[in-house]
């Protein structure tokens, strides 16, 4: 997992209340410390996989980045970044050992501006998305709608669009529709709405280790998820009506680890995963 800065969102946007989305968006005055950025960087023998690209550093830097009037106005209330140089996708992963060319696919849970930032520096990579989020961008006013149509439509990107069909696999169900990103297994996209109507969580799975769930904004915090509760942004029913499948899918399968976008705490429950498949490859070599 790698970070790409850091985002302030208000409390409201975190756990839903009765409070009006635009209410509380243009009247609340408490922010939320800075949670990370989160794109998480998956290893298969067909190549480099991540999950989300992150937040754009022209985003801060470049004051023409967002839309002006009415709609920059909620811009500007949505969301609070912090992103400095160190913190591009390329940047990033060069920390952690990775070239950015040799990113084969970059899978988008939706299309908000915190989930596309990378696009600009992934000329290589296959991106996919559902295509009822793709849908979804093709409608009106998209940028009222947090689709920052310039920064996606970006000339020379290769784009797959991917509609959940029949998956016959008893371990993940509820869920009776997927799509297996290569075809073993390992990389299962889950339609998980609410959020936007397209969204997507992938489920990794790796032998000998727990399943882990990436899902985007479907929360921002493993435990409300778990005890039920949903955002304050998106469809409340569709949230709830996800949440409940989520939760059904870590009944079944107990030690799922869920790894939202922005939760501090992703990190420590990705960490023994991450070191006990270190150690495997120490051991096999």
């Known amino acids: 997992m790698v970070s ?14 009765r409070k009006p989305l635009y209410w509380w968006l243009f009247t ?28 754009d ?25 912090d992103i400095g140089a160190a913190d591009t996708l390329t940047a990033q992963l060069a920390a952690i050992g990775y070239d950015i060319a040799d990113v084969r ?6 299309l908000h501006q915190d989930h596309i930032g990378g696009l600009p520096e992934l000329a290589g990579a296959e991106i996919v998305i559902s295509g009822e989020e793709r849908r979804t961008l ?21 784009w797959r669009h991917v509609d959940p069909g029949p998956v016959h696999d008893p371990q993940i169900a509820p869920f ?33 280790q727990p399943p882990l769930l990436m899902v985007g904004d479907l929360t921002y915090d493993a435990h ?16 709830t009506e996800t949440t ?9 399968n107990p030690g799922l680890v869920i790894l939202p976008a922005h939760d501090p705490g992703a990190a420590s429950r990705l960490a023994p995963v991450t070191r006990a498949l270190a150690e495997g490859r120490e051991t096999a070599a």
């Not at 302030?8 to 756990?15: F, G, L, M, Y």
């Not at 998956?42 to 996989?49: A, K, M, S, T, Y």
């Not at 297996?180 to 709405?193: K, R, V, Y």
């Open 176 to 208: 009776t529709t997927g799509h297996d990103l290569f075809g073993d297994g390992a990389l299962i996209l889950l339609s998980t709405p609410g959020h936007t109507p397209g969204s997507m969580s992938l489920l990794v799975r790796a032998p000998g």
């Open 57 to 81: 550093r022209a985003s801060v830097t470049d004051p023409g980045y967002f839309p002006g009037g009415v709609s920059g106005v909620v811009y500007d209330r949505l969301a609070r970044f």
């Open 28 to 55: 609340s005055r408490r922010w939320t410390d800075p949670l990370p950025i989160n794109v998480y960087v998956i290893e298969h023998d067909e190549g480099l996989v991540l999950f989300d690209t992150g937040q």
């Open 244 to 252: 409940k499948m989520i939760n059904q899918l870590r009944e079944r």
């Open 4 to 17: 790409t800065g850091t985002v302030s969102i208000h409390p409201e946007h975190v756990a839903a209340t």
């Open 105 to 110: 696919v970059a899978v988008l849970s939706h």
């Open 138 to 158: 093709d409608g009106p006013l998209p940028e009222p709608r947090g689709l920052l149509r310039d920064h996606i439509d970006l000339p020379g990107l290769r």
């Open 224 to 239: 409300l998820l778990e005890e039920g509760h949903v955002p304050g942004v998106g469809n409340k029913r569709q949230l």
